[in-house]
């Protein structure tokens, strides 16, 4: 099943031309990542949901193995695969919670690995390159029990992109679900080319869920990151 935001690049009648089993759910509207989602869980029964971006490539083997870490650990709420660039450069697929600390900590990592920094392509391959439990998985690509999934409530609806996978595995979490990183499992994101074209909104995007991520994950820092954005000029 694939679930189509109103996409203008023919990818639906693609679809529908070379794989006439595959159900098309199409939104006449871009609804957002978490609603595109939730619509797909509610409309199918499976096992397993696998969340999915556009602008990935993910063979059959990877997705097996996503399947193969839960099927194996009753406690294991959600999968994550290891996730390379067009160019075979693993991405950051994990990391802490979000929090100021965290999020500095991933920025400042994530921007000296994509200026080819020696140091920090070193730290990435580490990082990504062994299996194990973190706090957050990429929605990029992440497979999860259904049940846990609706035990949390689905995703977040409040969220159009950006942060509403670290607030599903927050959730998936809070249920007593473990989270697992596996990088037997890879697959390649092509990242940027669903949001390139509008830059400035896909920022204020960014923002706005950022803001909304903190009121409800950190409440404390909430008004001192509407401050801050106030004071750079990006408060959406």
């Not at 409309?43 to 399947?67: R, Y």
């Not at 999860?144 to 992109?161: E, I, K, N, P």
């Not at 998936?172 to 949001?195: M, Q, S």
């Amino acid at each position: 099943m694939v679930v189509d935001n109103a996409s203008t690049d023919g990818s639906v009648e693609t679809i529908a031309r070379r794989w006439p089993d595959i159900l098309i759910l199409e939104n006449q509207a871009n609804l957002g990542f978490a609603q595109a989602v939730n619509r797909g869980i509610r409309t199918t029964s499976s096992e397993l949901v696998l969340l999915l971006n556009p602008d990935t490539l993910a063979g059959g083997k990877a997705i097996d193995a996503l399947a193969a870490g839960l099927r194996a650990d009753a406690s294991i709420a959600a999968a994550g695969p290891r996730i390379v660039d067009g160019d075979g450069r693993p991405e950051i697929s994990w990391w802490d919670h979000l929090g100021p600390l965290a999020e500095w900590r991933l920025r400042r990592l994530r921007r000296a690995h994509e200026r080819g920094t020696p140091r920090a392509g070193r730290r990435v391959d580490s990082l990504m390159g062994r299996r194990r439990e973190v706090d957050w998985l990429t929605g990029a690509c992440l497979m999860a029990r259904r049940q846990a999934v609706v035990a949390a409530g689905l995703m977040d609806q409040s969220y159009f992109l950006y942060f509403d996978d670290v607030d599903l595995c927050a959730a998936l979490r809070a249920g007593g679900g473990r989270l697992l990183f596996l990088p037997a499992a890879e697959i390649v994101h092509l990242r940027g080319r669903t949001v390139s074209r509008q830059p400035q909104a896909t920022a204020r995007r960014y923002r706005a869920s950022q803001l909304h991520f903190y009121r409800k994950h950190h409440r404390l820092w909430y008004p001192l990151l509407r401050l801050a954005l106030r004071l750079r000029g990006q408060l959406p």
